[in-house]
């Protein structure tokens, strides 16, 4: 099992570029999720989808658009990129929804820099 | 609202020193409690979680963590520190959602 993997490892974007962050999971996990890890703020919540057909909004969704592709992968869309978007992305899953006791998995995560 | 509290950004012990990484929160209602350990450009993993029943819960590395009701805390514990232990720890709370702490930095010295 590769657990959860994200492309690319790292990015360069100019301000008003868009690209997408890819995520796969093969655990059959049906929840997922994105996050950006800042230093000194943790981890927060950008958005999550608890299964397939599904997506919410987390803590910070402004400036991102997903999509959950399939049961196995959930995308992020940096439509007009910003450099307050510089993070670094990391896609995370569950075996079932964010209320449940079931720990979460993560992807090595994305680091984007927005010049 | 739902919160967790790191209350140090960074933890030194010496090799073979038992070390504490403190972690209380605030929630409504039962919470599950997790702890994750990040390694430089590496994503999160699972330590162990306290769901319910003993309230000394046992994980991966040697690592074990108390649940304390009274006092909302779910202190992270090792009775003696390798330096492979050196790394990023998060404290989450998960009751409608997950919350993650701000993150310790724990440093085993030789």
């Known amino acids: 099992n590769a657990g959860v993997t994200q492309t690319p490892k790292f990015q360069v974007l100019k301000t008003g570029q868009s690209m997408t962050l890819q995520c796969a999971q093969d655990m059959n996990h049906n929840s997922m999720y994105w996050y950006r890890q800042d230093p000194g703020m943790g981890l927060r919540l950008i958005y999550y989808?608890?299964?397939?057909?599904?997506?919410d909004k987390g803590e910070v969704p402004n400036g991102y658009n997903v999509s959950r592709l399939n049961k196995r992968e959930f995308s992020l869309r940096l439509e007009s990129a910003a450099p307050s978007q510089t993070s670094v992305y990391f896609c995370a899953s569950t075996k079932s929804g964010r209320a449940s006791g079931n720990e979460q998995f993560f992807g090595p995560g994305t680091r984007l820099t927005v010049l | 609202a739902q919160s967790v509290a790191q209350p140090e950004d960074q933890v030194n012990v010496a090799e073979g020193n038992p070390l504490t990484v403190k972690c209380t929160y605030s929630?409504?209602?039962?919470?599950?409690l997790f702890w994750y350990v990040q390694y430089p450009n590496r994503g999160l993993q699972f330590l162990l979680k306290?769901?319910?029943?003993?309230?000394l819960v046992k994980g991966s590395y040697g690592f074990e963590a108390e649940f304390n009701k009274s006092q909302t805390s779910f202190h992270l514990k090792k009775p003696s520190a390798l330096v492979s232990d050196s790394a990023l720890y998060f404290c989450?709370?998960?009751?409608?959602?997950?919350?993650f702490g701000d993150g310790t930095t724990l440093t085993v010295k030789p």
């Open positions: 989450a709370v998960r009751s409608s959602k997950s919350t």
């Open positions: 929630v409504s209602g039962n919470p599950y």
């Open positions: 989808s608890a299964s397939e057909g599904t997506t």
């Open positions: 306290y769901i319910t029943g003993d309230n």
